[in-house]
T-cell receptor, first 116, second 111 residues
Framework: GAVVSQHPSWVICKSGTSVKIECRSL??????MFWYRQFPKQSLMLMAT?????????EQGVEKDKFLINHASLTLSTLTVTSAHPEDSSFYIC????????????FGSGTRLTVV | AQKVTQVQTEISVVEKEDVTLDCVYE???????LFWYKQPPSGELVFLIR??????QNEISGRYSWNFQKSTSSFNFTITASQVVDSAVYFC????????FGAGTTVTVRA
């Protein structure tokens, strides 16, 4: 089956530094990937849609300069949290679309980011 | 307006009891997909079921069953004879033009 690998699983960084999270589709090509953020005891909120070879589309309220998304190949999308602050501490999950756009989501295992 | 509403915030049961999670959705699209995901404490999302808007056939898979009723825009999920390992947060999700999640229902199964 379709597998999405997300790395790292967890990361601790200091305030002001940048952190890069990778999302790879291992056995299929993903022209579209999605990035979600989940705060403790809350739901998953879509941050942005990442399209291979073009700029990402950000949801309202998400700072594009802070959350840099790059989708340079059909199997890799990266999310870079720039100048991280403690309030950026969260669980970040990516997903990729397989097959039919509406019915074929595969999720990564998530990255728990803690900014100290 | 919230597109996916999960009626229960938390449910606590004793092992072997049945658990039903209610989900109501809202969309103007005629073609859409509905999902249920399980999120254990480790955080990963475990896919449980997917239904498209043209498939109202209800399904039973082991201890899990689903009731999709388009007329009431509901997509409910039942765990029969619950077990401690079923303890998790369960999310209902709707994909019309993008995937929207409900707020989640925390299920706690006590031994």
């Amino acid at each position: 089956g379709a597998v999405v690998s997300q790395h790292p699983s967890w990361v601790i960084c200091k305030s002001g530094t940048s952190v890069k999270i990778e999302c790879r589709s291992l056995d299929f090509q993903a022209t579209t990937m999605f990035w979600y953020r989940q705060f403790p005891k809350q739901s998953l909120m879509l941050m942005a849609t990442s399209n291979e070879g073009s700029k990402a589309t950000y949801e309202q309220g998400v700072e594009k300069d802070k959350f840099l998304i790059n989708h340079a190949s059909l199997t890799l999308s990266t999310l870079t949290v720039t100048s991280a602050h403690p309030e950026d501490s969260s669980f970040y999950i990516c997903s990729a679309v397989l097959g039919s756009f509406k019915g074929g989501y595969t999720f990564g295992s998530g990255t728990r980011l803690t900014v100290v | 307006a919230q597109k996916v509403t999960q009626v229960q915030t938390e449910i606590s049961v004793v092992e072997k009891e049945d658990v039903t999670l209610d989900c109501v959705y809202e969309t103007r699209d005629t073609t859409y997909y509905l999902f249920w995901y399980k999120q254990p404490p480790s955080g990963e999302l475990v896919f449980l079921i997917r239904r498209n808007s043209f498939d109202e056939q209800n399904e039973i898979s082991g201890r899990y069953s689903w009731n999709f009723q388009k007329s009431t825009s509901s997509f409910n999920f039942t765990i029969t004879a619950s077990q401690v390992v079923d303890s998790a947060v369960y999310f209902c999700a709707l994909n019309d033009y993008k995937l929207s999640f409900g707020a989640g229902t925390t299920v706690t199964v006590r031994a």
